[in-house]
């Protein structure tokens, strides 16, 4: 390089700069210097050595020039000091003259700057190599180090306030910049302990400049004394965070100074600027160590607030808009910009840590998942969860997504939450687009209703908040869900595409060729689903965005499937036909100050051929014209059409339903039917001649005739069909209240008229008629009762009293038919209903099978029929199963034989649901009539439309069926369902087309109706006991009313809990709809319920619902009202208060002998089941589970024992012979779950908190014991294998969390610790004999818990002695040979060992001696030659 090969003499040959221009094209010689060199007398030794050295010292702006290298200028400089006479004072005039030359500032400048290399012939081509500036040469000399140094210190508070010179450096930061990566510091002590001091009088600008230069400047030995000062810095000024924080990381720090400096920058988190918050956050997180990765992630998740980061910008740019509307604007957009550019370098630094540290991404997945309130969640954590699915780093992507359904499921992340993720960070989460899709398609395949839901709102705010390729994927995703085939899938992606079409349709318009694809998959879908996508493609199609391809396709697949001769696709081509028809047909918005626009003449043409075409083809059978009449039905009440189409579809509708079912009454009705004809069911008596009437049997009649003939049948004979009659009148319906405004004055005759039927005795005497009459009578009677609910649902609007009296007629009707279809049914095995629902598939419609065993019939009246003038009684209907049961366990085995030889037995109707037409959910609103609760008010039914048991009962459970199918029910009420093979929607068509929430605000509407029943209810037993001075059974109590009212009092308990159970109260925008719900209840009991608070209105309620305890009139009733009172309790207030008196309600029914109107007790499997749950809620809402387990085993069990198989407990009357099964069951679970709650021993506890654990165990196995031992006389197979099953449990539980606790406290405890062994090994001992009884009965069900518990007793013996060793006793401990014996004790002969007279025997040596004997019981087992056939039981399964 130029550098090289120089000499002195050369680069003192170098021109000045005073010369002139002329002068500098000239070479300047050696000697030229030597003669001018005298001139400058008054040189300093500082500009003499330098120059000497080859650095040329200039003024001005320029650089001062180097012709030589560093080393060599250093080399100069040292030896000419070291040289010198005067030497080491020369040291300090060399200074003198460096301080005098840096006086001023532009040469104090050019010293500071890089020099400028020159050639010794004076070229500048090379102006761009690089040179250290002179102050920076001389610090590389050892000597003058420390002197320098002190002298750019000083120079440095000079330049503090104005530290930027004109050409804009900073002097200040080139200062410490001089002082950066020397060879070697001479004084680092000293220098460090200067630049603190420097700090702290310096601006904030010079602190950062010297905070973030420490690293480069000091040796690692002042590392941590400079990380002390600079974390008491950090305490005091948040403004120097960055720049501490960025010298921190730098420095080699020790573990214990880097978590004291991190928890000192954890407690200035809250604030840290914001713009510093990125820096912070990095430099925690790579601040953790593996040890303390949890706290330290826990800390960060607590005090980082990311709402934080995009509010506060909002309150400054209102603030500022005070000042300036413009600026204002600016401002904000500028701020909020910038916070999420902090956000997204915090999810960056976030996205680092996990990446490459396991501990961190498991320490973050630990945290979140942690936090147990739904309002300690915040952003960051759907943000990690992003994060960590998105890196996968250490197969983290399983973990988030586990997290994320957890959390969604127990409903701590809810929606909301996540619509104020994408609503403030729509930038940052743009990034982790993939993993959301991939997340929300997982969680949409899940089983969980409300995780499928936060799913659908994933892909929601995914397709809103992001770009147009992001919402091309979510559509194609959805897409994909809807061919899938699996029903959940499909119905949550249909909904969000018909929701994304209705909010978004212009941004979906372009995306209806993804849609279009499904039409390729329409074998997978149900008719609901197949609704919802074409009314999903006509919106694309036909809406604002038309697309004529789409018109096309939809055509061509309409005529496809209207073709088709098989009954399924032709279905799709009907259901599809009719919403095309519906979209196009569709009135337009009107505008404002417009008229309405009329539907264009070619859109009506096309309309007006595919409705034809559909009609055609509907017309090939008739269940395709009834599906065909049901769906204009759904289009006409679901939608508004224009004017021109409506008139279209009702022109002809009343005058062909009049020629097709309509007949005028005569004096005799011709024809040849299977049973003489006859008019029935007539609420209009003085219009019996020359009236109407139903032609229902002659229908039916030429039905079966035609059947077997569909090649000869006239198309028209389909639309005559008895299958068309109620589908058709449905249509005829909302045809007249849409032209009529709701009015149905012109059908009203309807109501009232009277069907042609035959005589209903016929009943009676069924079992002689031929299979032919007997299914004829059966079709007759579902058509009679499908034609009453079609009326029902048309009329129950109607405010005139008359038409309401006779709407209560038809329900009265209804109930008494169902008695007589029960018994049609018995006789009539293998009998197939007609199709009432015709959108589904017939195969989904399974027939109950007859060879299952039925319901036997109610009792002496209930069970003979039931006929009242004018066959118009109230007094028969289907009860609930329950009370069935109930009552019908309760007979005498011999009565009971009796009445089956009296008796056919009848048929639960519940099964046959399917074939009955749906009510609409708003007949419901019948419920609020008065209830008739005894005969001696029929005089009343002239004057007001009441309600009877009867059909309050049939409304109830229909309005039950409707909540548990809509609202999300409890599991238990959802597996019948679930168990069956028949598709669950049929029967809930209508029911489908309704919102949960529309579902829930009706639900509350009824609420004062519901409530009024009830107290009815209650006023009726409350009257019944007066009157009977307070006995059940007394003389006047009518057994048949008493079951029908016991019957609607529990459905009303169940749908009050349906209604409030309801996972979406919980929802924010639902919390109204709640506090409404419970303002109904408190507001019967407090006036102005509506104004109070939630904590009052659940009080309220709660103690309105306990009012009714006092007259419940079963036991499924009073589980019910348990169950009713925890929901409410759950929705707020004191929780304890509320359990303690959920608690005492439960003990005050299991106290209770419940009774039935026959006199004897309540029992059955039913009776079971309820007593099972109550005494679960009695278990789980009393304070202390270990003295309520032992107050039972104590008092209730011993007064059983020898009592008599009907004989009850007189402390716990429900508890007898045949329930003991269901008290010890309970008491086992609930005892097994109660210790495992229990704190496991900690070396580090107190004394005191050894003694109150110890107590609890003690309490627990003394419980333990008491039911271990009461298998010596409870010996039956459910009972041993309850024993086996919880005795595992329950020793499993004392091995993890109770002989840690001895560990500890048997020094301390030793007589409570003797004490605790001691009852234990009594109960291990019992285990053992139960296992011994179980081998020699060969018993599967029981052997199969025997090795896993045997393992557990073995387990539990070594346990023991590895306590004695850890105490130093371990020469107490001794093992010996424990025989096999039964349950009685006796020894097993088979089994008998050699040793058998050894048997063990404990020696008094010490407390651990009881401890040994347990051990003995379980080791012998072991040891014993015996004890290796027990281990070849291999099975480790558990059966109860």
Not at 254 to 263: F, I, K, Q, Y
Not at 1001 to 1010: D, G, R, S
Not at 1245 to 1271: C, G, M, P, Y
């Amino acid at each position: 390089m130029m550098r090289k090969k120089r000499n002195s003499s050369v680069n003192n040959g170098e021109k000045q700069t005073t010369s002139s221009t002329k002068a500098k094209k000239s070479r300047i010689t050696g000697r030229q210097s030597a003669v001018s060199a005298p001139e400058e007398t008054t040189e300093s030794v500082f500009s003499l050595f330098v120059r000497e050295a080859g650095v040329r010292l200039t003024q001005g702006n320029a650089s001062n020039e180097i012709v030589v290298d560093l080393v060599v200028f250093q080399k100069r400089i040292k030896q000419k000091l070291q040289k010198s006479p005067r030497y080491p004072g020369i040291l300090q005039e060399f200074i003198s003259g460096l301080e005098s030359h840096i006086e001023d500032t532009e040469r104090f400048r050019n010293c500071l700057l890089p020099c400028l290399p020159r050639m010794p012939d004076g070229d500048s081509s090379h102006v761009g190599s690089f040179q250290e500036s002179l102050l920076r040469m001389l610090l590389g000399i050892e000597m003058l180090q420390t002197l320098i140094v002190n002298t750019l210190l000083e120079k440095l508070p000079e330049y503090m306030l104005n530290s930027a010179d004109d050409a804009g450096l900073s002097i200040p930061r080139i200062i410490i910049n001089q002082l950066k990566w020397l060879d070697r510091v001479v004084e680092s002590k000293e220098l460090a302990t200067k630049l603190m001091e420097l700090l702290a009088v310096a601006p904030v600008d010079v602190q950062r400049d010297i905070i973030t230069s420490l690293p480069e400047i000091l040796e690692d030995s002042q590392h941590n004394d400079i990380a002390r000062e600079l974390n008491s810095v950090l305490k005091e000024n948040t403004q120097l965070t960055v720049a501490i924080l960025d010298a921190l990381s730098s420095l080699n720090l020790s573990s214990s100074l880097l978590t004291e400096v991190r928890g000192a920058v954890m407690t200035t988190l809250a604030a840290v600027q914001l713009e510093d918050l990125p820096v912070v956050v990095k430099f925690i997180l790579h601040s953790i160590s593996a040890s303390d990765a949890y706290e330290v992630v826990c800390g960060l998740r607590k005090k980082l607030e990311l709402e934080q980061c995009v509010f506060p910008p909002v309150l400054q740019a209102s603030q500022s808009r005070l000042q300036s509307k413009g600026a204002a604007a600016s401002n904000s957009t500028t701020v909020t910009t910038g916070s999420q550019d902090v956000i997204t370098l915090i999810v960056d630094a976030i996205k680092s840590a996990v990446r490459f540290q396991k501990t961190i991404s498991e320490a973050w997945l630990k945290a979140i998942e942690s936090v147990e309130e739904v309002e300690n969640h915040k952003v960051i954590d759907l943000l990690v969860l992003f994060i960590l699915h998105s890196t996968n780093a250490n197969q983290s992507r399983r973990g988030a997504e586990k997290v994320l359904k957890i959390k969604v499921r127990t409903g701590l992340i809810p929606e909301a939450l996540l619509q104020k993720t994408f609503k403030d960070n729509k930038q940052v989460l743009r990034g982790y687009f993939a993993s959301i899709l991939a997340l929300a398609q997982s969680l949409l395949r899940s089983p969980d209703p409300c995780v499928v839901l936060f799913a659908g709102h994933m892909y929601r705010h995914s397709f809103i908040a992001f770009d147009t390729y992001c919402q091309q994927e979510v559509v194609g995703s959805l897409v994909t869900h809807v061919c899938s085939g699996v029903g959940v899938e499909v119905d949550m992606a249909l909904e969000l595409l018909c929701g994304l079409v209705t909010e978004k349709p212009k941004e979906m318009g372009p995306y209806a060729v993804f849609v279009k694809g499904i039409l390729d998959y329409l074998d997978n879908l149900s008719p609901q689903q197949i609704r919802r996508l074409f009314h999903l493609l006509s919106r694309l199609a036909f809406g604002p965005q038309q697309s004529s391809h789409i018109q096309d396709d939809m055509h061509i697949v309409i005529r496809k499937q209207l073709s088709s001769t098989a009954p399924k696709y032709k279905r799709i081509g009907i259901i599809g036909g009719v919403m095309i028809v519906g979209s196009m047909g569709a009135l337009a918005p009107k505008a404002k100050d417009t008229q309405d626009n009329p539907l264009p003449p070619e859109t009506f043409r096309q309309l007006s051929a595919l409705l034809e075409l559909v009609q055609s083809s509907s017309e090939t059978s008739p269940e395709a014209t009834a599906l065909y009449c049901d769906e204009l039905a759904n289009l006409i009440q679901s939608s508004t059409l224009d004017p021109q189409v409506q008139e279209k579809i009702s022109s002809r509708v009343l005058d062909v339903f009049q020629g097709d079912f309509v007949v005028d009454l005569g004096p005799e009705i011709s024809g040849s039917f299977p049973f003489p004809a006859r008019v029935m069911y007539n609420l209009d008596e003085d219009e019996s001649q020359g009236g109407i009437a139903i032609n229902l049997m002659p229908l039916l009649a030429k039905d079966l005739q035609s059947r077997g003939e569909q090649d000869c049948r006239d198309k028209k004979d389909n639309n005559r069909s008895s299958l068309c009659l109620s589908p058709f009148f449905r249509l005829l319906r909302f045809c007249e209240e849409k032209q009529n405004q709701e009015d149905l004055e012109e059908i009203d005759a309807l109501l009232g008229c009277p069907l042609i039927l035959t005589d209903m005795d016929v009943v009676e005497k069924i079992d002689s008629l031929s299979k032919v009459e007997k299914e004829f009578i059966c079709t007759l009677l579902f058509h009679t009762i499908n034609w009453f609910r079609e009326v029902i649902n048309a009329f129950y609007k109607i405010k005139d009293k008359e038409m309401k009296m006779k709407v209560m007629t038809r329900l009265q009707n209804i109930t008494y038919l169902h008695t007589l279809l029960e018994r049609a049914l018995a006789s009539t095995p293998g009998y197939v209903p007609p199709v009432a629902n015709f959108d589904g598939e017939s195969t989904d419609m399974i027939v109950p099978s007859t060879t299952a065993p039925l319901n036997k019939p109610k009792k002496d009246a209930a069970g003979k029929k039931r006929k009242a003038p004018g066959n118009n009684s109230s007094e028969g209907s289907s009860q609930v199963e329950e009370n069935r049961e109930e009552d019908e366990t309760q007979q005498d085995p011999e009565k009971e034989r009796e009445k089956d030889k009296e008796t056919r037995q009848g048929v639960n109707l519940a099964s046959y649901r399917p074939f009955f037409r749906e009510l609409d959910m708003e007949i419901l609103s019948v419920l609020e009539c008065g209830f008739r609760a005894s005969s001696t008010l029929d005089s009343e039914l002239g004057t007001k439309a009441l309600l009877g048991p009867a059909e309050l009962v049939f409304l109830l459970e229909d309005m039950l069926r409707k909540m548990e199918f809509r609202l999300t029910a409890a599991p238990a009420k959802r597996v019948p369902f679930l168990k069956a093979r028949a598709n669950k929607t049929i029967g809930f068509s209508h029911l489908q087309q309704k919102s949960p929430k529309d579902v829930a605000t009706f639900c509350v509407q009824m609420l004062p109706a519901l409530c009024s029943h009830l107290e009815n209810c209650h006023n009726h037993f409350q009257t019944l006991l007066s009157d009977n001075d307070g006995i059940v059974d007394g003389p006047i109590t009518d057994a048949q009313e008493h079951q029908l009212i016991s019957s609607c009092c529990q459905l009303l308990l169940q749908v009050l809990n349906t209604i409030f159970s309801w996972s979406g109260f919980s929802l924010p925008g639902h919390r109204s709809l709640l506090k409404k719900a419970l303002g109904v209840l408190a507001g019967r009991v407090k006036d102005g319920g509506a104004e109070l608070n939630l904590e009052l209105l659940v009080k309220h309620s709660f103690e309105y619902l306990l009012n009714f305890r006092s007259t419940i009139p079963n036991l499924s009733s009073a589980l019910c009202l348990s169950q009713l009172l925890s929901t409410v309790s759950e929705k707020g207030g004191n929780t304890i208060a509320y359990r303690e008196q959920t608690a005492s309600l439960a003990r005050g029914f299991l106290s209770q002998s419940w009774i039935t109107v026959s006199g004897e007790k309540q029992r059955g499997t039913k009776f079971n089941e309820a007593l099972h749950s109550l005494l679960r809620i009695y278990m789980e809402h009393v304070d202390d589970v270990l003295k309520a387990v032992e107050e039972i085993a104590n008092e209730g069990f011993p007064q059983i024992i020898n009592a008599s198989k009907d004989e009850s407990s007189a402390a716990w009357p429900t508890l007898s012979k045949q329930t003991f099964l269901v008290f010890y069951k309970v008491l086992m679970a609930e005892l097994e779950k109660s210790v495992r709650k229990i704190p496991s021993g900690k070396i580090n506890d107190s004394s005191e908190a050894q003694s109150e654990k110890l107590l609890t165990w003690n309490l627990a196995v003394r419980d333990f014991h008491i039911l271990v031992s009461l298998v010596k006389v409870f010996d039956s197979r459910p009972v041993l294998n309850v024993c086996l099953k919880y005795g595992r449990l329950f020793l499993e539980a004392f091995l993890k969390l109770g002989m840690p606790l001895l560990d500890y406290s048997f020094k301390r405890h030793k007589e409570d610790v003797q004490n605790l062994l001691k009852t234990f090994q009594l109960s291990t001992r019992q285990l053992h004999h139960v296992c011994g009884h179980s081998k020699i009965h060969q018993d599967t069900s029981l052997t199969n818990h025997v090795p896993a518990l045997k393992k557990s007793l073995e387990l539990f013996v070594y346990r023991v002695k590895a306590m004695l060793t850890l105490n130093n006793c371990q020469g107490a401990f001794w093992i010996g040979n424990l025989k096999n014996r039964n349950l009685k004790g006796e020894e097993i002969l088979s089994q008998r060992s050699r040793d058998s007279e050894e048997e063990e025997e404990l020696a008094p040596q010490s407390q651990s001696e009881e401890e040994e004997q347990d051990s003995d019981a379980e080791v012998k087992r072991k040891s014993s030659r015996e004890g290796k056939d027990d281990q070849d039981q291999a099975d480790d399964s558990e059966t109860d």
